[in-house]
């Protein structure tokens, strides 16, 4: 990754709620600090895999050395040393502050060197 592309931005971990009901909803966890390159998505792939919503989808990139790991539901997660902890349907807020609900949504995560994230707008 390029030192000048990478930013810092808040990966906040979706959890599902039950109210005194009975309902779940979705909310977020508190926010955790992660440093990675995001760009817009393109190229024919994820044109023809996105069509009219390829303007929602950003890429996001994370250096770093991950653990994959399954819960006991199991959901899949990549966890790095320092803490943070991805997994898909996660928030991330890249262009809004960690105060926030997040404005992006983890749908799909590659798990290559470095981990890849596709996320959609929400």
Not at 83 to 96: A, I, Q, R
């Amino acid at each position: 990754m390029r030192r000048n592309r990478v930013q810092e931005f808040y990966l906040r971990n979706r959890k599902t709620v039950k109210d005194e009901q009975g309902s779940t909803y979705e909310e977020y966890a508190e926010p955790v600090l992660f440093r990675g390159e995001v760009w817009a998505a393109g190229g024919k792939v994820q044109a023809e895999m996105y069509g009219e919503r390829l303007s929602y989808i950003r890429n996001v990139k994370i250096q770093g050395k991950y653990v994959i790991t399954t819960d006991r539901k199991g959901v899949v997660h990549y966890v790095y040393p320092d803490g943070v902890d991805v997994s898909e349907s996660d928030g991330v807020c890249l262009y809004v502050s960690k105060d926030s609900k997040p404005d992006y949504k983890i749908i799909s995560v590659k798990p290559y060197e470095p981990l890849r994230l596709e996320c959609e707008k929400i």
